[in-house]
C-alpha cells in the first residue's frame, strides 16, 4: 500500500507493506537518483530490524555507515546529536548522501534534525519500527531534541524524501511500547475522524491481540490522517496543523516534569487528552460523555488517564508556559468540541488547568 503525501516538489510516498521486505531497497532506489552512500541510525532496541537493512544496502552497491545509540527520550540531545555530527564527519556524508533513521520516535526526532542540519540539508529516509513512529512521528517532517526547559524545543521542519514501514516489526515490539502507540491513534480518531473512533471501541481486542489485518488498517488510516493535514498545513502556519497536538500540551509537560523516560510518549498524550477533555467539559464544550467514552478506551488499551499526584502542578504550569505552543505569555490548548472535530483556545484561565491538574 502506497500513501502519497503530496507537497509539490517535497513530496513523498508512505509505503506500507507487511513481511515484504524484498521491496526495502528497490523503494530507497525510486526516492534517490543515483544513490552511492548512506548513513543508517539506529539504537539498540532497534538494531535486529536495522542490521539487516543495511546490510541490504550495502550488497546494492551502496557505501553504508552505520551506527546505533543508547535507546530511550534521553538519547534526543544535544550531546547525543554532536556524536552523529561526528560520524557524519568521519564517514564522510555529503549533501547526497542518504540519512535513514530506522527506530522509534526518538531516532526519527533524532536523526532527522541530524539530516536536517548537516551541510545544511541532507535527504531522508524514514523507517519507523514503533507503533507511535508508524502513525505520527515518521510523517510530516517535523525534527528536533529537547532541551531542560521542554521537549523539542530545539528542531526543524525537514520532510522525508520516504517512509517505509513493515508492520511485521511489530509483532517482537514490547507491549508497553505498543500500547503508547495506540494513544495516538486514538488521537486522529478524536480530533479528525469519529469513525475511526467507533471502529477502535468495536475492535480494541483485535488490537490488543495485534491482529495483523486491524495493525494494517489503524497505520494505515493514521498515516492518511496525518498526510490530510500536512498537506494543508506543511508547517503549521496556518493554525490547522495544530489540532495533531490534541492532548499535547498536558503531555508535554507530563514529561518535562517526570523526567524524560519516565512515561513514554504515547503515555503522556493519554492523560493528556483527558485533562484536556475535562478542561473542554469545564468549558462547556462537550459533555461528559465524551470524556467517558475516551478513558473507557485508553483504560482499555492499558494507558494511564491522569498524571501521578507527586508532580507538583506550579511546575507543570510553569512548563506549559515555555511549551512551543504558547503565545504572548498564553497557554493555548486543543480541546474538543466532540468526537471527531477540536478546536484551539488561548483563553483558559490558569486557576481551570490547575483544577484539572488536581483531579477536580
Known amino acids: 500500500m502506497n500513501i502519497r503525501v503530496d507537497l509539490g516538489t517535497r513530496g513523498y510516498d508512505i509505503a506500507i507493506s507487511t513481511g515484504n521486505r524484498s521491496n ?3 523503494f530507497v532506489f525510486s526516492t534517490r537518483d543515483r544513490l552511492t552512500s548512506a548513513f543508517v541510525l539506529t539504537d539498540d532496541n532497534a538494531e535486529s530490524q536495522a542490521s539487516p ?6 550488497s546494492a552497491g551502496v557505501k553504508t555507515r552505520y551506527v546505533s545509540l543508547p535507546p530511550g527520550e534521553a538519547s534526543k540531545s544535544q550531546e547525543m546529536l554532536a556524536r552523529i555530527y561526528d560520524e557524519l564527519a568521519d564517514f564522510p556524508a555529503d549533501r547526497q548522501t542518504l540519512f535513514v533513521a530506522i ?18 540539508g541532507m535527504p531522508l529516509l524514514m523507517v519507523p519500527t514503533t507503533l507511535l513512529a508508524m502513525v505520527d512521528s515518521s510523517v510530516g517532517g517535523k525534527t528536533g531534541i529537547n532541551h531542560p526547559s521542554g521537549k523539542n524545543l530545539i528542531g526543524s521542519f525537514h520532510q522525508p524524501t520516504g517512509v517505509w514501514i513493515d508492520t511485521d516489526t511489530l509483532e517482537t515490539l514490547p507491549g508497553r511500547e505498543y500500547l503508547s502507540g495506540l494513544a495516538e491513534v486514538v488521537k486522529y480518531g478524536m480530533i479528525l475522524d469519529p469513525e475511526l473512533f467507533v471502529w477502535l471501541e468495536q475492535n480494541a481486542d483485535s488490537l490488543l491481540k495485534r491482529d495483523p ?13 496525518k498526510a490530510d493535514v500536512v498537506e494543508k498545513d506543511e508547517r503549521e502556519e496556518l493554525g490547522l496543523r495544530i489540532v495533531l497536538n490534541y492532548g499535547h500540551t498536558f503531555a508535554h509537560a507530563f514529561e518535562n516534569v517526570s523526567g524524560y523516560g519516565t512515561w513514554l510518549h504515547g503515555e503522556a498524550v493519554s492523560a493528556g487528552m483527558i ?4 478542561l473542554a467539559e469545564k468549558r462547556g464544550l462537550i459533555d461528559s460523555i465524551v470524556t467517558m467514552r475516551q478513558r473507557r478506551l485508553l483504560q482499555q488499551f492499558g494507558l494511564p488517564i491522569a498524571p501521578l499526584m507527586d508532580w507538583a502542578i506550579p ?14 505569555g498564553k497557554l493555548r490548548f486543543v480541546l474538543p468540541k466532540k468526537i471527531g472535530e477540536v478546536a484551539t483556545f488561548a483563553d483558559i484561565p490558569e486557576s481551570q488547568v490547575r483544577d484539572v491538574l488536581a483531579g477536580n
Open 24 to 26: 526495502f531497497v528497490p
Open 53 to 58: 537493512l543495511a546490510h541490504m544496502l550495502d
Open 275 to 278: 485533562c484536556a477533555s475535562r
Open 213 to 225: 489485518e486491524a495493525v494494517c488498517h489503524i497505520v494505515s488510516r493514521s498515516c492518511r490522517l
Open 103 to 120: 527506530g522509534g520516535g526518538v531516532i526519527g526526532d533524532l536523526g532527522g534534525f541530524a539530516a536536517a542540519t548537516w551541510n545544511r
Open 315 to 328: 511546575d507543570l504550569i510553569r512548563s506549559m508556559y515555555r511549551d512551543k505552543k504558547a503565545e504572548h
